[in-house]
């Protein structure tokens, strides 16, 4: 049976006071045996073993590796802990091991009990010495280790030690290529972005070194080189979706983008709503293949794209409505509109001289659906005597239309293919003629109160 030594014992042999002892036996630094009636006591056989973990200190070094995080156990990370050898337990006496990164050893409690204990130095030096509550076996001793230690260097090097090493330019191609490409739809206008004017501008510069004074550096810039808000914007936008996914891969904890203020867009908003008198010379002035087109735009709302790529199959003659499908809608999702008379008309004209084609409106010289329309429409604007009128305007006064009939803004929002109200109220544009009624109802208010008063 080994000899058991008392607290002053261990004290002397350690030269330090037996306060320290104690303190050492609450945080369980050392291994002790707890008898009831008569304390704490040491098996000396246990405090060398102890003392001679305590003399070597293993301390973790990070090197570079290609892909993935840090790993303790050969897997392939950003950042490979180093166990300066086989990172496997090594058992170096009956209740101690070995594992490159540290120690586990065991010992029992008074009522029998084996409990396991992780032992370590931390990148600074300091030592580490603690029970794991649950272990019940080296191995799992060796896995809490593995994880505390992971832990530690991810709090120190930010989660990935080479992120502080990659490019912008880098970054933006897997950005590309590994989420605008995949999730994306509109992935080739993030492309254009980052390829005329991000990447030539935040190429060179390592993610860590991006910060928001560079940002607005950049937004001066543009706008010098006389480039509008609203494009910078978009640009920014970009910038600030994929500094977000540099945040979710770990290559950084700060997106730079978040504390830069956008530039205002009020003055670009252009409330221009076609009125009935200028619809009317509009229409007569329209080209043949054109006026079903506008038509179409000025009672549903569609947007330019949804109408070019309109299928038959996705009209309804008979119940006057159409289906936008998701996979031309700017939303990305379905939606129905309902249609009147006027329209059914140039629809069924459009049936009888295009009936061959699965596209609705469709150019007979070529055989396929118009690409652009801009050239036809300014010109008809021009021959109208109509001046700062877009295509898109068409939209604008189908939305101010229903809101002039009180149509409810959910209705329109829904009918416009908006997710929220809000931006269905950039739509909706109040005539001069509605504010003129608007301040006499207030007025008869004021006069049917008054009268009513005497």
């Known amino acids: 049976m080994q000899e058991l030594i008392t607290v002053s014992q261990v004290a002397e042999y350690l030269q330090i006071h037996p306060k320290s002892v104690y303190k050492k036996i609450k945080k369980e630094e050392i291994p002790y045996i707890y008898q009831k009636g008569i304390g704490y006591r040491f098996k000396k056989e246990e405090i060398d073993d102890w003392l001679d973990i305590s003399s070597h200190k293993f301390l973790p070094q990070l090197t570079s590796s290609p892909n993935g995080k840090f790993s303790l156990d050969g897997s392939v990370g950003h950042a490979t802990i180093s166990t300066k050898g086989d990172s496997e337990l090594k058992k170096i006496s009956k209740t101690r091991w070995y594992c490159g990164i540290g120690h586990i050893y065991m010992r029992e409690t008074r009522q029998g009990i084996e409990r396991y204990y992780v032992d370590y130095f931390d990148l600074e030096g300091e030592r580490h010495q603690h029970v794991v509550k649950h272990a019940q076996t080296p191995m799992e001793a060796y896995e809490a280790l593995k994880a505390e230690v992971r832990g530690m260097c991810e709090a120190v090097y930010g989660g990935k030690a080479v992120s502080e090493k990659v490019k912008f330019k880098e970054f933006a191609s897997l950005y590309l290529e590994d989420y605008a490409k995949v999730k994306k739809r509109s992935w080739k206008t993030d492309k254009s972005y980052l390829d005329a004017n991000l990447v030539p501008y935040f190429g060179g510069y390592l993610l860590t070194e991006i910060t928001s004074y560079l940002v607005e550096k950049y937004q001066g810039k543009r706008l010098k080189d006389g480039v509008k808000k609203s494009t910078v914007n978009r640009e920014l936008a970009c910038m600030k979706k994929l500094f977000n996914k540099a945040i979710d891969w770990e290559y950084v904890k700060i997106n730079p983008v978040l504390k830069v203020d956008f530039f205002s867009e009020a003055e670009n908003q252009k409330e221009r709503v076609l009125s009935m008198d200028e619809e009317k010379i509009l229409l007569v002035s329209l080209p043949k293949h054109l006026k079903p087109i506008v038509v179409t735009a000025l009672q549903t709302g569609m947007r330019r794209r949804e109408i070019l790529m309109l299928k038959w199959e996705n009209v309804n003659l008979n119940d006057g409505c159409v289906r936008v499908p998701k996979e031309i809608s700017k939303s990305g999702r379905d939606r129905v509109i309902n249609f009147n008379g006027m329209l059914k008309a140039e629809l069924l004209k459009q049936k009888k001289s295009n009936s061959n084609s699965p596209f609705v409106f469709v150019n007979h010289k070529t055989g396929k659906p118009f690409r652009d329309i801009k050239k036809s429409f300014r010109g008809a604007c021009e021959r109208a005597g109509i001046e700062g009128l ?65």
């Open 390 to 454: 877009r295509f898109h305007d068409l939209r604008h006064t189908y939305a101010t239309r229903l809101a002039e009939m009180s149509v409810p803004l959910p209705t329109i929002k829904e009918l416009l293919g908006h997710s929220k109200v809000m931006m269905t109220e950039r739509y909706t544009h109040s005539s001069e003629e509605q504010k003129k009624k608007a301040v006499e109802l207030l007025h008869q208010c004021y006069m049917n109160h008054t009268s009513s008063s005497n």
